[in-house]
């Protein structure tokens, strides 16, 4: 299996390719405009998960979260740091804005590397994913009322030979996504976003995503 160190050869990678890249954005103002911090880091075995292969700390990651389960929207579900867009801010300036908010990691807008499709969710969210740079951080801290716990997923683990997996949706048309992670899942919208970064960003390809179907308990 591929690895991936956080160098500076995948920093220039991932930015090669997300500029090679041909976004589609959406037109969707009858959405609540929100974007979500993509953010590659070492693995520094923060937030380990039950059935995680070890990793070198040095291990590129992407940071996610467990939502608090007092939040109104996808209370307990996994998420990337991320939020509502507020008057006047750029998709990537609320991505660094709720990075900070969230899990404490303060970058300054040179560590934007690019963005990936936007995807539409069924509870009524227009998510723009910022792709980040953040290199070595050696510790995260949450914001207790909006994250119950911080991981580091290495990047070698969206490679697994069962990811993704397509479930049938009850809805009939487009199927659900899950990533797997260690002994769990992950559901899309994250699972797809998390899809796209793998193809996009680590492979170079022009991998779409916003046909997939959402979970029934990601609708709200």
Not at 94 to 111: F, K, M
């Amino acid at each position: 299996m591929t690895t991936f160190n956080c160098s500076a050869e995948l920093h220039t990678s991932i930015s090669k390719n997300l500029a090679a890249f041909s976004r589609a954005g959406l037109a969707s103002a009858e959405y609540r405009q929100a974007a979500v911090a993509v953010t590659i880091v070492d693995y520094q075995e923060q937030g380990n998960l039950n059935g995680l292969d070890a990793a070198d700390t040095n291990c590129a990651s992407v940071i996610l979260t467990r939502r608090a389960g007092s939040l109104r929207n996808h209370a307990g579900q996994w998420a990337f740091p991320g939020g509502s867009i507020d008057s006047g801010e750029s998709p990537e300036q609320a991505a660094l804005r709720e990075l900070e908010e969230e899990v404490g990691l303060i970058l300054p807008s040179n560590r934007v590397l690019g963005c990936l499709d936007d995807f539409v969710t069924r509870s009524g969210f227009h998510i723009c994913p910022v792709v980040i740079w953040g290199g070595t951080v050696p510790e995260l801290h949450g914001n207790e009322q909006e994250v119950a716990s911080i991981h580091r997923i290495p990047c070698t683990e969206l490679f697994r030979p069962d990811a993704p997996i397509l479930e049938p949706a009850t809805t009939g048309g487009q199927p659900i996504l899950y990533m797997p992670v260690g002994h769990s899942w992950i559901a899309t919208p994250t699972a797809a976003i998390l899809f796209q970064f793998r193809e996009v960003a680590l492979s170079g390809l022009s991998t779409r995503v916003a046909e997939y179907e959402q979970p029934y308990f990601a609708w709200s």
